[in-house]
């Protein structure tokens, strides 16, 4: 990599970071400091505004280097993530959208508390939420690290460090200053750029090979060194049972984790009504769905042009396969094309972690502030000083997650976002769906729910061979591998049901049927939404 892409990429993504912070000084000079304003931007966005928002917090740099990559050295089992991601809103857009929005205010708990004990639910389901996002968090910062030290050639401990600094810094302003607001309007350009660069990018392989999808394929598969088998099923997850079976781990992982995400969800709450919400998830499924299709077009891509063996050369993991197609799409590494191309790619990858770890920050702060600060202080706070609290929330957190990215940034933490995926999965998402759907859901089961979800999808990885047992975990020297999953979802996501279940039906307290009838109508027709 030469100086001249590592000046660009510099200059470009410089660039991002002054819009953003013109933004989030704009924003927070017509603030108005209520917990409205700073939790769900006022409630004033549009759907298409907020399409774009929640399709700009879900295609993390993840999705756009990750999966490509992925695909580049996997083939079909790489696709299988795209198909995943994508999936998965459909669960959110018919099961929780429009309901969410029309029970809850702020946070997940919200919902849940509506028809419950407000104090134990809300710190049950504000614990998770915390963990979730926390998780989600130290994985962006990690990656941040690591990749931006990648990308402008800088492989040393220090540009590692002063990354992982520089981000979580960024992310606290973002959030403290601006809230909702000023977060929205950064994933709104975030996601503009992200499509525009996958955009070009697809219509430019698509070019090279005239067109033909089917030549583009082929092309990958004998570049592979597999042959046919690069288009096939099995290459990454079908050497024997325990892989497959991880596979439909992380697959029920991704799908049913996404309508748990305590920032996806508190997306809902920046439009004004539940059709509105419903119309947003429509707008971001457009979104997603045709950015998924490109990271294929893309994986393929890289595939035939860069070469698997180059990609793997320069990132194991793959995570560089759509800088380097960048870079052989704009006239190599020695053309003005090339290093241009080279520079947006990378500028845009920054910008996506940027814009991610705001969005999760800001989740998390409200979690610890609307829903713990607030139970455990025993009477209600008041809105403004809610908001402190969340502001502070948002620098505790910032620090928490730049130490725990600066512990793990020599560690391979791949894991965390599937782990991240797999807790909401097990602990948010059925104490959602029985609050929303289950008219004898009791207090007890919900806490069950949540607790009976979270341990053991954490205790599970805690004794997988991500964390011990083998040269590729994270700690090679000890062993105390006892679970043979590396994502614990097919246990633990049953295991948060069935503690649901058990909670409600050994609960000497009965069933308030009232507030459930109130919950219902006002979810089914917003009468009394907030």
Known sequence: MTADHQTLALVLFSVFVAVTLGITTWVSRHRHGSAEEFYAGGRLFSPMENGFAIAGDYMSAASFLGISGLIALFGYDGLLYSVGFLVAWLVVLFLVAELVRNCGRFTLADVVAARMDERPVRIAAGTSSVAVSVLYLVAQMVG??????????????????????????????????????????????KAVLLMGGAIALTVLV?????????????????????GDAFLAPGLRYGGDWTARFDFISLGLALVLGTAGLPHI???????????AARRSVVWSIGLIGGFYLMTIVLGFGAAAIVGPEAVRGSNAAGNTAVPLLALDL?????????????AIVAAIAFATILAVVAGITLASSASVAHDLYASLRRRRSKPRSEVAVARTAAVGIGVLAIGLGLLAKDLNVAFLVGLAFAVAA????????????????????????????????V?????SPVVSGSADSLFPGLDFQYFPLQNPGIVSIPLGFLAGWLGTVASAEPPDEAKHAETEVRSLTGAGAV
Do not use: C, K
């Open 265 to 275: 969800l508190s997306r809902f709450y920046t439009v004004p009504t539940a059709r």
């Open 144 to 189: 941040a690290g690591t990749l931006v030290a990648l990308l402008l050639g800088g492989e040393g401990e220090a540009a590692q460090t002063w990354t992982v600094i520089g981000v979580g810094a960024l992310m606290v302003v973002y959030v403290s200053l601006g809230g909702m607001r000023a977060t929205t309007w950064i994933q709104i350009v």
């Open 206 to 226: 698509l070019v090279r090979f005239h067109g033909d999808f089917d030549q583009l394929l082929r092309t990958a598969a004998e570049r592979s060194g597999h």
């Open 330 to 342: 704009g006239g190599g590494a020695d053309s003005t094309g090339g290093t241009v191309l080279f």
């Open 459 to 463: 205790v599970l990885v805690l004794l």
């Open 426 to 457: 097990s602990a948010n998402l059925p104490v959602l769906l029985y609050s929303l759907f289950w008219r004898g859901f009791t207090t007890r089961g919900a806490v069950w729910s949540v607790y009976g979800g979270l341990v053991p999808s």
